[in-house]
């Protein structure tokens, strides 16, 4: 694999059974990304956008072919290592924000550390740091259901990079936000690929991440129907 590939699947499936029928989320995927890239991924509803997220992620095993990511066989890797990586090597944003509704913005940005192992006080200090980067300095005692969606959203990125994470992958994270809103929550995302190097990757409906993207890529049916 060239060093540069962050990425790499090979007839990556994902097959559900339904009863006795089967369901193919992702069909025989070749996929090859490189550091850096900012990836916009389209297709209808049902088309599999999900689906190869999840299974970039770690969040889901593949039927069969083979997925490496960030340097780590996926197929092959042991539900701990599978852990490890979920929590270092991938930031995830997504479109319900997924903020548990009892902790502070604080506390919710600092959870995938405090699981990493490290305590609160070693990671408070850089919680805040990105928090302010997000212009969330007033509002770290508040709890999710004191936000605005953009707010919400905000903190979910801020959560996602906590454990400084070389991927971010972001399914239709302004489907809950405004126009407005979901113009800034696009230039975050890129500004993480272009001011931080992060490989991001965002399934959306939506035209705003257009301008920002490296590439986009179509699925259909579970497979890749073209790419520009
Ligand atoms: N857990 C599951 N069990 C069974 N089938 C599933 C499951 N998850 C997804 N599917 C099926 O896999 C296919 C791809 O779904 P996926 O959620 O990846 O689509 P999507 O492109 O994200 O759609 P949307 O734009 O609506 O979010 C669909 O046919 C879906 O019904
Ligand atoms: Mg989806």
């Not at 070749?30 to 770690?58: F, H, P, Q, R, Y």
Request: with cysteine; charged share 20%.
């Amino acid at each position: 694999m060239p060093e540069n590939h962050v990425i790499r699947a090979r007839e990556l499936t994902r097959a559900y059974r339904h009863g006795s029928a089967q369901v193919i989320g992702i069909d025989r995927v070749d996929l090859e990304i490189g550091a850096g890239e900012m990836v916009v991924l389209k297709g209808n509803s049902g088309s599999g956008k999900s689906t190869l997220l999840s299974l970039l992620a770690g969040l889901d095993r593949p039927s069969s072919g083979d997925l490496v990511v960030a340097a780590h066989d996926l197929v092959r890797i042991s539900e701990k290592r599978l852990t490890h990586f979920r929590r270092k090597a991938i930031g995830m944003v997504f479109q319900s924000f997924n903020l548990l509704p009892t902790l502070t913005v604080l506390e919710n940005a600092c959870l995938p550390a405090l699981l990493a192992g490290l305590s609160f006080p070693e990671i408070a200090p850089r919680a805040e740091e990105l928090l302010g980067w997000l212009h969330l300095d007033h509002r770290l005692t508040h709890l999710p259901a004191q936000l605005s969606g953009g707010e919400m959203q905000r903190t979910a990125i801020a959560r996602a990079l906590i454990n400084d994470p070389a991927i971010i992958l972001a399914d239709e994270p302004t489907g809950n936000l405004d126009s407005r809103n979901g113009e800034a929550v696009m230039a975050l995302l890129s500004e993480l690929n272009r001011a931080w190097q992060r490989t991001v990757i965002v399934a959306t409906h939506s035209s705003l991440a257009d301008p920002y993207a490296t590439r986009q890529i179509n699925l259909r049916d579970g497979r890749i129907a073209d790419q520009t």
